[in-house]
Structures are given as C-alpha cells and as structure tokens.
C-alpha cells in the first residue's frame, strides 16, 4: 500500500487561495443567513427589539464557540464578560457619552483585558479546575455588581439613556435611534457582521488552527514549539472582548442593565445555545440563538415554567442523542443528498479547494 | 463573642454543606462524572420531608430518614439510566447534560410546589435556645453541628475502614486496577450513587433552615458545593469536611465582618486557593 | 551545516541525574550528539530511556547536570523553547491533531516554525507557503497523495510517517525518535526504515528503541543504558561482541 504511495511521483499541489479571493459560486450560501437578516428588517414589523436581541444572543454565542468551541476552554462564566461589557456601556452612557459606538468600543476594550487579565491566571490549570475557576471569576464579578450600588445600582439595575444618534461625526446629523429599534437592529447587524467576519478568519488562520490544535492535544502542539498558554490566553482575551460587545449591545438596546447579565444561568443558557446549534461551526451560533430564542419567546409566553423545562429538555436531548446539534442535523440531511458522491470522489488538485473549505466548515 | 458566634455559625452551615456534597465529592472522584445535578437531590430531600411533615404529621427525623431514602433510590435510577452514557463521554458534555438536569428539576419543582421558598416546619424541641452556661444558643444550629459530627464520624469508618470503602478507595485511585481485581465497580458506582444521593436528600432535609428550600435551589447553591468538592480535593473525604467547615466559617466570617463584601471574599479566596492547589487541599493518591 | 562535520557536538550532555523520591531514575548521564550522528539507544525496560527523553526536551527538570544545544546550556529554558532552537522530538504513541488533514498537522508546525502561527486575520499568502512547504515533507516521505486525508482515516503506518515529517518540518538539529517503529506490524516495518534512510544527513538523531534490528540496521553508534546509568557506548559491533551487554541485556531482551 505504502509501496505504491511512495512510488507515484508526488501530486502537483497548488495550495488553496484563501479570504476574498477564494470566493466561489458554491459559497454562495453564505448569503441565505444574511439575507435573512436584512429581509427580517424590512418585513419584520414590530419584532425588531426581539430581533436585535437574537443577534446579540449569536453574537454572544459566536464567543463562545471561540473560546470554548474551537480552544477547548470550558467554561461556565462567560456571562462576567457579558456582563461587564453591558455594565461598562452603560455606565459610559450615563456618566460620559452617549455615543454608541464610544460605549460599545470601551465596553469591549474592557472585557478583553479582563479576559486576558483572568486568563492568564486561570489558562495554566485544567480540567475541573479550570472550570471551577471560570465559576469562582463569575461569582466574584456578580458580587461587585451587586454590592457596588453607587456605580451599578446593585439589584435594582442601571437604567441607560438614550444612545445618540448613529456616527453622528464631523457635523453630520446620524442616524437616530428610532422607538421601534429599526435603527438599533440593523446597528446591531452590522457590529456582528464585523465580529463574524473577524471570528471566521481567526478560525481559518494559523492562530485558530494552532488553537484548534490545542484542544485536540495539547501535547502535540508543545512538541511543535507552541507557546500554549499564551495562545490560550490572547484566544480568551478575544473571546471576552467579543463577549463585552455583546453585552454593550444589550445595554444600548434594552437601556437596563441588570444582575441578571452576570448570572450563572445566562452562562449556561449561552452553552445551550452553542451545543444547540453545533460547536466549532460559526453559524451554529446563529442557529442555536434564534431556535432557542424563539423557543423562549413561545414557551415563556405559554408558561414561564415550561420555559425550563424546554431549555433542560433540549441540552439534555442535544448532548445524548444530537451530537454537533442543528448543523450536524443539517450536515446530516444535506449528507443523504450528496454525500455518496463526496465519499467516492478522489481528491485530485482541484478538490484541493473543496477539502480545504471542508475541513474549516464541517468539523 | 462573636468570634464564638462565627465558628458555631459557621461550622453549623458547613456540616450542611459537608452532608450535601460529600455523596458529590466521592462520586466525581470515582466516576469522573462533573455532576452538577447533586444540588438537586438535596433539593428534593428538603421538598419531599416537609411534605411529609405537613401533609402525613411524619415527625422530623423520620421525615430527613424516608426523604434520604427516596432521593437514594431515585439517585440509583438516575446513574443507571442518565448517568452511565455519560462515563464516556467528555466532560463538556457531562457539564451540560447535568446543567440541563438542573433546569428540568426547578422547573419541575415549580410546577409541583410553587416559585415561593417553602416555610420552615421545624419541631418545637428545635426552636428555642440552649444555655450553654456562658451564652444561649439555637438548638437547630447545635443539631446540626451534632448530626453532622456523628455522620462524618459513620462515614469515617465506612470509607477508611471497611471493606466496602478499601474497595471504594482503590477505585477512586485506579479504576482499571480495580477492576483488574475483580471488584464490581459497576455495582460500586451504582452504590455509591445511592449513598452519595441518600446523603444529599438528608443534608437538603435537614439542613433547610439554613438553605432554605426553593425550586432555584440547585442552581443557586451549585457552585457553593461544587467548591467544597474542589478546595477539598476530588474523591477526599477528608479534604471535602475541612473544605465544608471552612467554605461554611469563611463565608459567616465574611457576612458578618465585611457585609458590605457580601460572598465576595469567599468567592476571592476559593478562586486564591484553587490557583494555589489546583488538586484541593488533600487531594487523594490518584490526583497528585 | 554540513560545514560543521566534527569538531563541537550539537546536543551535550554532562551528568545528568533525576531522582523520583528515593527512586534514581537517571544517574549521571553524559553523552555527546555530533552533527550527523546516529545514535541507538538501547536498554531494557524501566532503565531510564523515556525519562532521558523527557529531562532532555524539558518536560521534566533534572536535580542535577546539564544539557547544552549548540555550546548553549538549555537548563531551565521550557520545552516549546527548545524545539525552536532545534531540538525536536518525536512521540511513541501518536499525538497528532485526529481531526485535521495531514497536510494541515504538517503546515501548523511550519508556521509555528516561520511565527506565522499568530497570524490572525491577514494570513492568505503565508498560510499558503506552509501548505506548500509541508507538502514537500509529504511528497519527501512518499505520503503526499493523502495529504487531505483526515489523520484518523489513515493507516496506523502513515500516521507514524506523519510523526517523522512534522518533526522534520520543524528543522531540527536534534533529532530524538522515540520508538518510531512502535506499534507497526513487522510486515510493515520496512516503511520506517524507508523513512529513516531518508533524514537529512546533517541531523544529529538519538533513536531509542526496542527493536534490536531497527537499531543496528540504523545506529553507527549505541549507547546501552541500565537502571538509569549508561552502561556502555560503542559502535554496533563492539556492542553486539561485549559481554557485560549481552549479560544485561540482550539475554533478557529475549522476554521483551
């Protein structure tokens, strides 16, 4: 077998193109969750706060799927970084500007050194340690919070004033935020298409690649020379910095900050969402908070009660009988489809491509 | 005075928490499983006594001892049929799995009892004080200290003295070693569960005046228990009541000295202590 | 390189000791590694070859001695340092990334190489001369073809080549192979020996390993380590000639 292998003269190998430029006819489904977003503004009538909610819920997911998805860092406490990004935008709000990208550019600012800052103490343990610690980094942050009423307003929450309008920069006007939250929705739109795109090219990057490696074997990536910890450290200060927009955003949004941002619960309802949807996959992040969010739009309505038990119900069912969540589902059922023909194929120089885009996605 | 009121506070809560979480320390050691459903058989243990307190006039002890009973049979149940998928699988999903757990008991309690805490019903012989000479004291808190006094001594010689904890003990340091012994380490976890869970529901019973007995229970106690399975090392019995005592001393310490932190220095100095001694405090054989 | 044939060894080492406990699982080793050496090492179980390895790449720290690269003492200077200074290891039981391609476990050691592993979102053109690059460590050990292959598909054989050619992707002055051979099914072990006929000249390499016939096949010299000590050093026929070896080991090597 190796005999013949070793034999053949070697293949012509062109390696893939990748960013822009790699861009081909089949991807365009990429277009289908964008559009849908954009489509969902012009004909959602009176569901834009609900719809800028679900996105801050994908964005929040997103940063979690880089973290805990591609690092392999477990964590039940990423709601700290939601939640100081939420209390920082809205502590600017009140006390300093009320330019929302100012707010939303410190909130994130702040997280991410907090998530370097915390992972740089916490990155050098493991396992059930580790996950204690992120526990222990979130229990300590909700209790600032809580006993720091002349800044937080403890439990009775920040109340955010209106953001000013939108890039209202060099004598231009802005765009105002509107009271059916049309401006705020398609504002929270763009800021996590930035993140996705940033999330999609730090996975198809060495940097995510080596991080990718570090959660299949540690081991292996020392013995290459990676500086593990490190890496860990800078993918986890990125994370939290994603994380903190989130939570600027929910500021800006629901103009309330409340205990409830930082509470271990919102941690594990962001865990939901990622298994939900699938790990490692970016759009499982969108797939997971709009099937759970609207899940608790029904259900809460129905009963707050059923509520938890859909939300049990459901990680329970992800974790023992669907495992890489929807978009495994989906890989499932588009598999039945074409999967026999990309089995059979031989890779030859121009599937190169192909496989390549397939490693990244269908992980 | 006070210093004598902390330490009674304080070691009267962490007995509570001793109880409640070392079912949970020596199953995560045995089985590797990061359990965060443990908070919930205490729960039902609570739930369940003062039903049958209030509803069948049960007297409290024989309340804790039945409550204790059905959570250790439904504990059983439960690693059978939820918990043994889960041994080979990695430890996220056995986090989310048993978060999903949580969720499905508080609303499962909600729906059956109520959102609102349930209303202490404890006996008359354990509301008034006690003269201790010098100053009274809460009979209840005396209980406590009492009862948990006497089941660490129990589990003492169950774990470090009999042939059941021999086997349990090398378990927890070698699964496959003990297996290669012939032990039935299956029939072990399955029995550990039941006792670990047994436990749970007699700590959530008994200990409901100072955890008060609420559908949110597991959830808002889970990392509390967690950290006495972690400070005191996974699978260590002893590690886990020194662990208890402490977690309960520091955080009546904390309340009472630096209210204005609330659980803050708890939470600072288990975060000190785990950077520290990642294992826990005494961590058994296998761990170091 | 080639240039300094000779005169300075690459890898030194000078009374190495480690103790576990009371337990002296190395005492006082001391061997040196030429540019282009070959060298075997042998001895039975339990005496102290995989603890060598890992005093030698830094996962553990030794209580005494010192070991130096290139005239330049690595004491103290963490494992992932050491391999960019060019000493490199590869393991005896696979600890390749299952869920990448082949040609991707191969391109992430060179760009961790290159420093490119921190590149994160402009990456395109370097990203693709690592693809490159590995691609020619595959063609070179003839595993090219299944280079977008996922790791756990391949046959046990081609993840062992996989190992040999991240190592060699990592340009390394030192290479130690532990137990290359393990695991395969002798009728296959021809594809190791294939492999290792192919290393650059240049490379100093310690191979330790069980299978006699690999290293004497290999080896232009063996050291033979007993209960953590060197026993004796030579070429292999002075090895295969001297007494005290065949007393200690190859006699017993027979139950291995």
Not at chain 2, 2 to 23: E, H, K, N, P, R
């Amino acid at each position: 077998m190796s005999d013949q292998t070793a034999t053949k003269p070697a293949l012509d190998f062109t390696p893939p193109r990748s960013g822009l430029a790699a861009l081909q006819l089949r991807d365009a489904w990429h277009l289908l969750p964008w559009g849908i977003a954009i489509a969902f503004y012009f004909y959602a009538d009176g569901f834009h706060s609900f719809g800028t909610n679900v996105l801050i819920m994908v964005l929040f997911t997103l940063s979690l799927d880089l973290a805990l998805g591609y690092a392999g860092i477990i964590t039940l406490g990423h709601a700290a970084f939601f939640g100081i990004g939420a209390y920082t935008a809205g502590v600017v709000a009140v006390h300093m500007t009320t330019d929302p990208i100012a707010g939303l550019i410190l909130a994130t600012i702040l997280a991410g050194i907090l998530g370097v800052l915390t992972g740089m103490l916490i990155l050098h343990t493991q396992g059930v340690a580790m996950f204690m610690l992120t526990l222990a980094i979130a229990s300590m942050f909700y209790e600032v919070a809580n006993q720091w009423r002349s800044v937080t307003g403890g439990d009775d929450g920040l109340t955010v004033p209106r953001s000013a309008p939108l890039l209202a920069y060099f004598g231009f006007a802005g765009f105002r935020f509107d009271f059916r939250g049309m401006t705020g929705y398609l504002y929270t739109l763009s800021v996590v298409f930035v993140w996705f795109v940033i999330a999609w090219r730090i996975v198809k990057s060495p940097f995510g690649r080596s991080l990718d490696g570090i959660r299949q074997n540690p081991r292996r990536m020392r013995a290459i020379g990676t500086p593990v910890w490190w890496r860990l450290v800078a993918m986890y200060g990125i994370s939290a910095a994603m994380a903190g927009t989130a939570g600027g955003l929910q500021a800006q949004a629901t103009r309330l900050v409340g205990l409830t941002s930082l509470e271990l619960q919102l941690s594990g309802i962001v865990a939901v969402m990622l298994v939900l949807g699938g790990e490692r996959r970016l759009y499982g992040a969108f797939l997971g908070a709009v099937f759970f969010m609207a899940v608790q739009d029904w259900a809460a309505a129905v009963n707050p009660v059923y509520w938890m038990f859909v939300i049990g119900g459901l990680l329970m069912a992800v974790v023992l009988f669907l495992e890489g969540g929807l978009m495994g589902l989906l890989d499932k059922i588009f598999g039945m489809f074409a999967g026999k023909r990309v089995e059979n194929a031989q890779p030859s120089s121009n599937e190169v491509k192909a496989g390549e885009v397939k490693t990244g996605d269908a992980k | 005075m006070l210093l004598f009121t902390i330490l009674l506070d304080g070691i009267a809560y962490g007995m509570v928490l001793f109880l409640i979480s070392v079912g949970l320390t020596v199953t995560m050691g045995l089985m590797r499983v990061v359990n965060l459903a443990h908070g919930s058989f205490a729960m039902l243990g609570g739930y369940l006594s003062s039903v049958m307190i209030r509803h069948y006039g049960v007297p409290f002890i024989w309340s804790t001892l039945g409550a204790a009973i059905v959570c250790g049979l439904i504990g059983g149940l439960a690693e059978l049929t939820i918990y043994r998928p889960l041994y080979r699988k990695g430890d996220l999903a056995q986090v989310l799995l048993t978060f999903g757990m949580i969720f499905v008991s508080i609303a499962a309690m909600t729906l059956l009892f109520g959102p609102t805490p349930v209303a202490e019903s404890m006996p008359k012989w354990l509301e008034g004080q006690i003269d201790l000479g010098f100053r009274t004291y809460p009979s209840y808190r005396l209980f406590l200290i009492g009862v948990g006094t006497l089941l660490a001594i129990v589990l003492y010689f169950i774990i470090e003295r009999s042939l059941f904890g021999a086997r349990l003990r090398a378990a927890v340091d070698d699964p496959g070693m003990a297996r290669a012994l012939g032990i039935n380490v299956n029939l072990l976890f399955t029995l550990t569960f039941i006792g670990g869970c047994a436990l749970a529901g007699f700590g959530g019973a008994i200990g409901a005046g100072i955890l008060p007995i609420e559908p949110f229970y597991a959830l808002k106690y889970l990392v509390l228990f967690l950290v006495v399975v972690v400070i005191g090392g996974l699978g260590s019995f002893r590690g886990s009541l020194a662990a208890a005592l402490s977690v309960g001393i520091l955080d009546t310490a904390g309340k009472y000295l630096v209210p204005q932190l609330g659980s803050f220095l708890l939470w600072f100095i288990v975060f000190g202590l785990l950077l520290w001694r990642p294992n826990g405090l005494l961590p058994p054989k296998s761990a170091t | 390189m080639s240039v300094a044939t000779g005169e300075k060894p690459v890898l030194s080492v000078r009374s190495l000791c480690k103790n576990f406990g009371a337990l002296a699982v190395t005492q006082s080793v001391s061997l040196d590694l030429y540019p282009g050496a070959r060298l075997g090492l042998i001895g039975p179980n339990g005496a102290g070859k995989t603890t060598l390895v890992n005093l030698l790449t830094g996962m553990l720290a030794p209580n005494s001695g010192d070991i130096s690269l290139n005239g330049e003492s690595i004491n103290g200077i963490r494992p992932e340092q050491r391999v960019k200074k060019g000493l490199v290891r590869t393991h005896q039981i696979n600890t390749l990334l299952m869920e990448h391609t082949m040609r991707d476990n191969v391109a992430i050691a060179v760009a961790e190489r290159r420093g490119f592993a921190w590149r994160t979102l402009r990456y395109g053109p370097q990203w693709r001369a690592c693809l490159e690059e590995a691609h020619t460590y595959l063609s070179g050990l003839g595993v090219a073809a299944a280079g977008d292959r996922r790791v756990s598909e391949l046959p046990y054989g081609q993840q062992r080549l996989l190992e040999i050619a991240i190592a060699l992707s990592l340009k390394p002055k030192v290479l130690l192979l532990d137990e290359p051979g393990a695991g395969i099914p002798s009728t296959d072990s021809h594809i190791i020996d294939e492999a290792l006929e192919k290393l650059p000249a240049e490379i100093a390499i310690l191979l330790i390993e069980h299978d006699m016939d690999l290293v004497f096949r290999f080896a232009r010299d063996i050291t033979v380590m007993v209960q953590g000590a060197v026993l004796i050093s030579g070429t292999p026929a002075e090895i295969a000639k001297n007494p005290e070896v065949r007393a200690v080991y190859l006699g017993r090597s027979q139950q291995v």
